[in-house]
């Protein structure tokens, strides 16, 4: 035991006290919350400019007031509010409930839009491809952002014939840009035009357009907390749940999970293959046998993959709390975390260590971490469902397939939808008896590679080392 | 404690259809200096790990310090691997105590600074191994090895990669250790080492052990077939003698090897006839020569039957 302490002791220090891993304790978080960051970072520093747009109306009746609502939103943009934020008048108080929450969702993903569009007419008598090219040349030397084509027919194009699909359909307007395939602006343009045909073509039927924006009104599904009875008696609902919270949150909570996972197994790859290659593994063996070496070892990453837990979930509590959003913590997933953890940390790094010990090289050990890595991360191909619909049967047998586990689970757990127990119960059960196969598997292969010199074993040579009787093979 | 340090008796290892080590009967004595001498690839390293109970023998019973050998390893013995064995990472303080307390000597500090400033490494005590030089590591790598008292030291090419004056540091520290009563088995190529140094030395040549005993016992078992002469000035060396199969010039001495069955007594009187001889030695064959003869590629030509035989 004392010897199993020391070994363990080492390999934490080995782990933990590295320059490489106060890096990656950094690195991680600012690599993952950078894929959301940075684009809004980066959005940030962008100028808003204005985006002249050329309007070629051939209905004559649409210009006017596309103008208008181009105008509107100029008006709504943020730095147009920033700056008419001191005299506080309606336009900000115009903004309903929905479009803030639309606009905050958008600011979170990174789309926000920023530049104002200040539309031009051209007239569209003996409007030709020569001023067609005029136009894209403009575009090209940046004089221009984009034109915009309104066919004459938009407004009055009439079929009675409504078995044909193509009759569906108004006549295309053109919009030409050199990014004319996903631009803000074209969205914002087919929105808006499509809009102000609508309004146009009721009032032609008889309709007034009053009646259609009456008649359009709509009201939001909230997404709203349960009712529970308190310990007074009293009946309250919980807190309405956070949308952007509750899709981020439980994926968070997952990343942080494989972080953990990766921070931990990677050194013991990386620690094995050295032992292993300067014939360490030699004199650690004339000391302890391979099962104290391998169980040391585990003990020290395990100790290591906590301390990485406690620093980060240390870290997102305190920062939580900071920012005001201390209620929004998931508690009750934290115990459970820690228990998918170590469980995790021990079956990945054993297998880790298995692998380490059957190559010579970390370039041979590549090929054989592939499909270990897909295993682990096939929640992360599926997190968005998961999200959305935790109990899925989807979620619930991944949650019961172990190397998905460990992800799946605290996934679920963190989206505060209610698992049952048995499930719970039963993932941790399963987890517990691969790791233990997993871990006795390892310990097979281990002690036998790490005195293999010379050429790497064939697959089937490491199934041998699996099958044999480990007290009468270690060689 | 047992006569012997180390017993082994009747020892066989295979691996898969090549076999390391054919019975082997070895008795090491407590307290002396063993050599290993052998080819590489002879079943060397394989006996080293069977004695430090990394390696199970298939057959054949290992008793090391009056142990037979189980699962557990021994903490009173000590291992000096081939080459490395050290964690690159570490400052060398660190990885002496570390090795001390795997061997359960917790008490380590004394230990570590006496030998520091035994080997003259004094000052190395905070430096990372991956900052020392080829020599400066192999020093470490010994004293990893003796830091926590072993009552036998297994030493795997000790003397590789150091320079004459390091080498001889090493051999007094190695004396210094066998003078506390430490059993000391080491390998190595360098056979003038073994010959000054060992009391006994064993080889094993394709498994099977075939040298064992002190080395003026092991020479007395090769006829002597060289002679180193000195002719008189002015007189020179026929250029054939009969039951001589080649003459070497060296400077001052000539040295003559002697035909199988030749006897030196015949060549004495002949060149005592034919010429003033003033310098007649019959030279005892060195380890390096017998080495040469059992593992040189004329010898393993001629061993083929015996060994198919066996």
């Given at each position: ?475 | ?227 180193k002469i000195r002719l008189a000035e002015g007189q020179s060396v026929p250029s054939s003698i009969p039951g001589v ?33 003033e310098h007649f030695e019959l030279l005892r064959p060195s380890l390096h020569n017998i080495f040469i003869r059992i ?16």
């Open positions: 035991m004392q010897k199993i302490l020391t070994i363990a002791r080492r390999e934490y220090q080995a782990m933990v006290a590295t320059k490489a891993f106060a890096i990656g304790l950094a690195m991680m978080p600012i690599l993952m919350l950078g894929g959301t960051w940075i684009p809004g970072l980066l959005k940030g520093m962008e100028k808003s400019e204005d985006r002249r747009i050329a309007v070629i109306d051939g209905t004559g009746q649409l210009l006017g007031p596309l103008k208008m609502i181009a105008e509107r939103r100029n008006q709504m943009l943020p730095s147009a509010m920033e700056q008419s934020s001191s005299d506080k008048d309606g336009s900000s108080k115009e903004l309903s409930k929905n479009e803030q929450e639309d606009r905050d969702a958008r600011k979170a993903m990174g789309l926000e839009e920023i530049h104002r569009y200040v539309l031009e007419e051209v007239s569209p008598e003996g409007f030709d491809d020569e001023q067609r090219l005029a136009l894209s040349d403009k575009i090209r030397n940046n004089e221009l952002y984009a034109f915009i084509e309104i066919p004459a027919d938009v407004l009055t194009a009439a079929n009675m014939d409504l078995t044909s699909p193509a009759a569906l359909q108004l006549p295309p307007i053109k919009y030409f840009a050199q990014d004319a395939a996903l631009a803000d602006a074209k969205r914002w343009a087919e929105a808006s035009l499509n809009q102000l045909i609508k309004a146009n073509r009721l009032s032609a039927a008889g309709v007034q357009p009053q009646v259609l924006l009456e008649l359009e009104r709509k009201s939001a599904v909230l997404g709203s907390g349960l009712f529970s009875r308190d310990e007074n008696g009293v009946i309250t609902s919980e807190e309405k749940p956070n949308e952007l919270a509750s899709i981020f949150l439980p994926m968070g909570i997952m990343m942080l999970m494989f972080m953990i996972v990766m921070m931990s197994a990677q050194p013991m790859l990386e620690s094995v293959l050295e032992e292993k290659t300067l014939r360490i593994s030699e004199v650690l063996l004339g000391s302890a046998n391979a099962n104290q070496l391998m169980t040391g070892k585990l003990l020290g990453n395990v100790a290591g993959s906590l301390t990485v837990f406690v620093l980060y979930a240390g870290g997102a509590i305190a920062m939580a709390s900071w920012k005001g959003f201390a209620d929004s913590i998931p508690f009750h997933v934290l115990p459970w975390f820690v228990v998918y953890q170590i469980l995790a940390v021990l079956l990945f790094s054993s297998i880790f260590m298995a692998i380490a010990a059957s190559v010579s090289q970390l370039r041979e050990a590549q090929s054989l971490l592939l499909p270990v890595w897909m295993v682990m991360l096939l929640p992360m191909f599926v997190w968005f469902n998961v999200v959305r619909e935790p109990n899925s049967t989807l979620a619930t047998v991944l949650s019961f397939f172990p190397p998905s586990t460990p992800l799946m689970m605290t996934l679920r757990l963190a989206t505060g939808a209610i698992i049952p127990l048995w499930q719970i119960a039963l993932s941790v059960v399963l987890l517990i008896a691969a790791t233990a196969v997993g871990v006795i598997a390892a310990a097979r292969i281990y002690r036998i590679g790490i005195l293999w010199q010379g050429k790497t074993p064939k697959i089937t040579e490491l199934l041998v080392w699996l099958i044999r009787n480990p007290t009468t093979a270690r060689n | 404690m047992a006569d012997n340090a180390v017993e082994l008796s009747g020892v066989t290892k295979t691996f898969g259809m090549h076999t390391a080590v054919r019975d082997l009967e070895l008795a090491i004595p407590a307290g002396s200096i063993y050599g290993f001498i052998g080819p590489n690839g002879s079943g060397k390293t394989t006996t080293i790990r069977m004695i430090l109970r990394i390696f199970f023998p298939d057959r054949g019973r290992i008793t090391v310090l009056g142990q037979p050998t189980g699962e557990c390893a021994d903490d009173r013995v000590g291992y000096l691997p081939e080459e490395r064995g050290l964690y690159r990472k570490m400052k060398v303080n660190d990885l002496l105590r570390y090795y001390a307390r795997l061997k359960g000597f917790r008490n380590c500090e004394g230990e570590i600074q006496y030998w520091l400033g035994r080997l003259g490494a004094s000052d190395w005590g905070n430096r990372k191994i991956e900052s020392l030089s080829k020599g400066m590591t192999q020093k470490v790598q010994f004293m990893s090895a003796v830091i926590a008292r072993p009552q036998l030291l297994i030493l795997d090419e000790p003397f590789s990669g150091l320079d004459p004056v390091n080498l001889e540091l090493l051999r007094e520290a190695i004396q210094e250790v066998r003078s506390r009563g430490t059993t000391i088995i080491f390998s190595t190529h360098e056979m003038d080492v073994a010959e000054r140094m060992c009391e006994r030395v064993f080889m094993i040549h394709n498994g099977n052990k075939v040298l064992d005993g002190t080395v003026s016992e092991i020479q007395r078992q090769f006829p002597a077939d060289e002679v199969v080649s003459i070497e010039d060296r400077g001052a001495f000539h040295h003559l090897k002697l035909d199988n069955g030749s006897l030196a007594d015949s060549l004495l009187k002949r060149l005592a006839n034919e010429s003033r001889l593992a040189g590629p004329i010898a393993e030509s001629t061993q083929k039957p015996v060994e198919q035989a066996s």
